[in-house]
């Protein structure tokens, strides 16, 4: 069974970055598209950046383009989520998830792949 955790969460001030990690045990993310997803209180989870196998692929959501970056180290079995310029709109619980198509993760398929149990980022002064 594919597991992820997150890592990497809390409470920063507006305009603060944080840098979230999805590691994997019991596999290896060598093969595997990863998805970074948010919930906010009361909205529709929302995808946030997705990154190939390869790591030569990567998708963002025009909300965080030019302030996230997804990058993976397949050598540590984790991929990251930088996020620089935090406003309070991205407070959510944070999500990974891999799947074998990078095209599920991009059109933001529900059934892209398996899914980790989520970290909270709060922004807020």
């Known amino acids: 069974q594919l597991q992820l955790v997150e890592s990497g969460g809390g409470l920063v001030q507006p305009g603060g970055s944080l840098r979230l990690s999805c590691a994997a045990s019991g596999f290896t993310l060598d093969y595997y598209a990863i998805g970074w997803f948010r919930q906010a209180p009361g909205k529709e989870r929302e995808g946030v950046s997705c990154i190939s196998s390869s790591g030569g692929s990567t998708n963002y959501a025009d909300s965080v383009k030019g302030r996230f970056t997804i990058s993976r180290d397949n050598a540590k079995n984790t991929v990251y989520l930088q996020m620089n310029s935090l406003k309070p709109e991205d407070t959510a619980v944070y999500y990974c998830?891999?799947?074998?198509?990078?095209?599920?993760?991009?059109?933001?398929?529900?059934?892209?792949?398996?899914w980790g149990q989520g970290t909270q980022v709060t922004v807020s002064s």
């Open positions: 998830a891999a799947g074998l198509l990078f095209r599920l993760c991009v059109s933001r398929n529900p059934d892209f792949g398996s």
